[in-house]
Nanobody
């Protein structure tokens, strides 16, 4: 299992940008893909973005074209660059190391989350 810790959340005006970071206890992509999820109060946690060791990525329709997931050169950090932020992006953002993505054996290791608040 991978231990993860998010940082970089905060308060930002609508239309602004924010960069989230997720530090891993060791080298990521040891059989995992790395993903970002978010959860707003009273709502279920939802998928935001995912990337694998090959560098390909996919995004939720709600963030596509605005958010970018990337991995640091040392491969022990994953980032989420968020641009053109909207109030509906307000949520606690979580990073996850996912083993067996899209399979019945799927397992996730979660960070503790970082709060992103987008004001009007």
């Amino acid at each position: 299992q991978v231990q993860l810790m998010e940082s970089g959340g905060g308060l930002v005006q609508a239309g602004g940008s924010l960069r989230l970071s997720c530090a891993a206890s060791g080298t990521i992509f040891n059989g995992n893909v790395m993903a970002w999820y978010r959860q707003a109060p009273g709502k279920q946690r939802e998928f935001v973005a995912v990337t694998g060791s090959g560098g390909r990525a996919r995004y939720a329709d709600s963030v596509k074209g605005r958010f970018t997931i990337s991995v640091g050169n040392a491969k022990n950090m994953v980032f989420l660059q968020m641009s053109s932020l909207k109030p509906e992006d307000t949520a606690v953002y979580y990073c996850a190391a996912v083993r067996g993505w899209g399979t019945v054996e799927e397992q996730r290791s979660w960070g503790q989350g970082t709060q992103v608040t987008v004001s009007l």
